[in-house]
Nanobody, 114 residues
Framework: QAQLVESGGGLVQPGGSLRLSCAAS????????MGWYRQAPGKQRELVAR???????NYGDSVKGRFTISRDNAKNTVYLQMNSLKPADTAVYYC????????WGQGTQVTVSS
């Protein structure tokens, strides 16, 4: 079973930046789309960014213009650069394919607070 390991989260002040990484234990080069998801307390998990292997990128409206997704197939790693962070971005962030086909990892906590 493939493993996904997210890292890079932390506590940051509003307006700050973080870069998340997701390392996969399997090759991701043939996966059509990889995505970053987040789940805030009391809310459902939502897809915030996806990147297909052909380079098509989609963002959720709430993160458009602030977040950037990228992937390094050689390293089997997906990244999420998050800028201009807001308290509303506070959540546990996960990566997976879109649609999800792997077991969910533990995620990485992002807390945006002053």
């Amino acid at each position: 079973q493939a493993q996904l390991v997210e890292s890079g989260g932390g506590l940051v002040q509003p307006g700050g930046s973080l870069r998340l990484s997701c390392a996969a234990s399997v090759s991701i080069c043939r996966i059509n789309a990889m995505g970053w998801y987040r789940q805030a307390p009391g809310k459902q998990r939502e897809l915030v960014a996806r990147l297909t292997r052909t380079g098509v990128i989609n963002y959720g409206d709430s993160v458009k213009g602030r977040f950037t997704i990228s992937r390094d197939n050689a390293k089997n790693t997906v990244y999420l650069q998050m800028n201009s962070l807001k308290p509303a971005d506070t959540a546990v962030y996960y990566c997976n394919s879109d649609p999800p086909q792997f077991r969910w990892g533990q995620g990485t906590q992002v807390t945006v607070s002053s």
